[in-house]
């Protein structure tokens, strides 16, 4: 079945002022010189190191790479889920349900607002008004219906949904015949779908997905991620997902791939096949660091004209050694 494309939802305005367009009408969220540190000192980990990023419209984008790559702590710094240690996340309004606490001074670029200026109760209602959210372990509220998981954004709010958006969401995820249910009596797939449609019944600028495959076997993870490729496709939708897995990057418009707190590649229209060799040679990368030549007492030894190098790959000066003179 085609469905509508989907319409914002709410004023695009802060205050009584309207928010105009940014420079770059596309974007949807970007962030600056991102920077998340915990510890310090000595102990001291660098989770994201200066991260520039900026994620479209209307586009289905997979962020990739190992555990402890900070790729997860990049995806909760956007959505203002963790606080940063320097620099800014930048959320496009234009299409969001403004904030309601008076005027807000923007920061970015007109149209947008910085997530780091905004205090808690902000950070919470911006998140609950704008932003989806789909977790590997579902997060469903065990005592309600599938019906009443799907609505709970809009009841903490104070709304009511949209029927007929209601009714496309439960047709496009198939879930008919299941809103009476409660999760224990849904299977891992059926639960998944339920988060999903919690997700979109906001209508919200950005869905994230962090390992939204994780808890699910091969088939339930296909429908899952083809759920998340037609909502972007038909909906309109924007889907930030993280992932470990090539397959489910596929999916995928466009997918980073992270290493030690920063992107190290940035690959359109993924494959299984690219994203396989992308983290092959992160991998090793990491495993296999190139050899910084070193002089006799351990300092980094700069390279001169003339230098080559001997058999393990360090370098020696030119012409006759020591025991040919």
Not at 91 to 107: D, I, P, Q, Y
Not at 218 to 226: D, F, K, P, Q, Y
Not at 266 to 272: A, L, N, R
């Amino acid at each position: 079945m085609d469905m509508q494309r989907m319409e914002p939802v709410g004023r695009s305005e802060v205050g009584e002022e309207k928010i105009s367009p940014v420079g770059g009408p596309g974007t949807a969220i970007r962030a600056e010189d991102l920077t998340k540190d915990y510890g310090e000192g000595e102990s001291v980990v660098h989770a994201l190191r200066g991260v520039d990023v900026s994620f479209d419209q209307g586009m289905f984008t997979a962020i990739m790479g190992p555990s402890g790559s900070g790729k997860s702590t990049l995806m909760h710094t956007l959505a203002g889920l963790d606080s940063v240690t320097r620099g800014h996340v930048y959320l496009n309004m234009v299409n969001a349900t403004g904030l309601s606490e008076g005027r807000k001074k923007f920061r970015g670029q007109r149209g947008e607002v910085d997530l780091t200026t905004l205090n808690d109760n902000q950070l919470t209602l911006l998140r609950r008004r704008n932003l989806g959210f789909i977790f590997q372990s579902f997060n469903l509220l065990p005592m309600f219906t599938a019906r009443q998981n799907i609505e709970t954004p809009l009841t903490l709010d104070g709304g009511r949904p949209d029927r007929e958006w209601m009714d496309l969401l439960v047709r496009t995820l198939g879930l008919e015949g299941r809103l009476d249910h409660r999760p224990s009596e849904l299977s891992g797939g059926q639960q998944q779908r339920v988060a999903i449609a919690r997700a979109l019944i906001t209508k919200p600028s950005i869905v994230f997905a962090d390992e939204p495959t994780g808890n699910l076997d091969s088939l339930s993870s296909a429908e899952v991620l083809g759920f998340l490729r037609r909502s972007v496709r038909e909906l309109g939708q924007t889907v930030i997902m993280v992932t470990h897995d090539p397959l489910a990057a596929s999916y995928a418009d466009r997918a980073l791939v992270f290493s030690d707190g920063r992107v190290v590649a940035d690959q359109e229209k993924p494959t299984v096949e690219i994203m396989n060799d992308l983290m092959a040679k992160d991998s090793q990368t990491l495993l296999d660091p190139p050899r910084v030549p070193l002089q006799a007492d351990g300092a980094p030894r700069v390279r001169r004209e003339g230098d080559v190098p001997d058999d393990g790959g360090a370098l020696r000066p030119s012409g006759p050694s020591m025991s040919e003179r």
